[in-house]
């Protein structure tokens, strides 16, 4: 057992550092206040090849897997949780999910584009009325010989308004429930029957576009469906299952960031003529939150390294994410008490630390959500997978 880093990953660790250093934390203050997404950064990430992992090297791939991408998101998200959805939009969300289930020509033809950054990709499963139950989304989509006809509302997706092509799970047969869903690549631009709009009303993750999508009878070829028809909930359940890993590592970043924010803080301040670092009250909140950050880190890590093996996974994913937003939401609000009023202002960390973190505990499937996976799995009524 080795838990140590290799050189290659962790001069992958480095460039991403100095890349979330340089080209996001300039802007950063300014970019939150206006809620400014920089299409620009997408694509600098592209060239750097970020989003290349899990994938064959013939479709834009880098030779790496889950493992890397979570170090590369890890050091993105200390300097922005914004920064860290990317990594779900362009490569384990779209693109690892079409490597998996598409043709041949799919593959060809959208993969390397989301890689590259030159399409901003997204994946549309929430609804107004459905969040956790999938299985209970309205969007329908209707066979009409020569081409699928999409009619519904998305909700609370990211790179909605921005996004170019991407995935949308619709009803294709409810009388067949969740055997009666399917997966559709959809480019949302130059199609009548679609429309999108931003969502800027969000707590936190103010530099990532969220939006909302409405179908009106909106007409998609024949040949956009992903895998089989009917295989929707499947595919969607399977993306689930990797996306998640994104999210989690989002917030062993964010929990780093913060807590790397409060030692410093710790360390500077000074309260009676000593440093507050000094004060057991502050050492013990520290203590606590390294601790479970190492925990977190070791969970998640070991979680995107099965995948890398193509071992059974989800209790560990579902494990790694549930434990991983909690304990980010934890380091996120001790720093808040840390910083004491400095951490209710706009021009310290502290506070968008905070708001980012709480966004962890609901994308990708609610803490509770996790709970029931773990629980189920735990007691031997569901498998594994």
Known sequence: MHFGLTQEQRLMQDMAKDFAHKEILPTLKEDEATHKFRPELVRKMGELSFFGCGLPEEFGGNGFGFLESVILAEQIAKVSGSWRLPFNMQNI??????????????KERFISKWVSAEHLGFFAMTEPNTGSDVVGMRTTATDRGDYWELSGQKMWISNAHVGDWGLVYAITDRSQKHKGMSCF?????????????????????????????????????????????????????????????????????????????????????????????????????????????????????????????????????????????????????????????????????????????????????????????????????????
């Open 93 to 106: 969300g779209p693109a690892i999910t079409v490597n998996k289930f598409g043709t041949r020509e799919q």
């Open 185 to 385: 690549i959809v480019n949302l631009k130059q199609n009548e029957g679609i429309k999108t709009a931003p969502i800027e009303t969000k707590l936190g993750l103010h530099c990532a576009p969220t939006g909302e999508i409405s179908f009106n009878q909106a007409r998609i070829p024949k040949d956009s469906v992903l895998g089989k028809v009917g295989m929707g909930f499947q595919i969607c359940m399977w993306q689930l299952n990797n996306t998640r890993i994104g999210c989690a590592a989002g917030a062993i970043g964010i929990a780093g960031g913060a807590i790397e924010a409060a030692i410093n803080y710790a360390n500077e301040r000074t309260q009676f003529g000593k440093k507050i670092g000094s004060y057991q009250m502050i050492q013990a909140q520290i203590a606590d939150m390294v601790a479970e950050h190492e925990a977190a880190r070791l969970l998640v890590y070991r979680a995107a390294w099965l995948k890398d093996q193509g071992l059974p996974n989800q209790h560990e994913t579902s494990m790694a994410k549930l434990f991983a937003s909690e304990a980010c939401v934890h380091a996120a609000s001790e720093t808040m008490k840390i910083f004491g009023s400095y951490g209710f202002s706009t021009e310290y960390p502290a506070e968008r630390f905070l708001r980012d973190a709480q966004s962890l505990r609901v994308v990708e499937g609610t803490s509770n959500i996790q709970k029931m996976i773990i629980a189920g799995i735990s007691l031997g009524d569901s498998e594994n997978r």
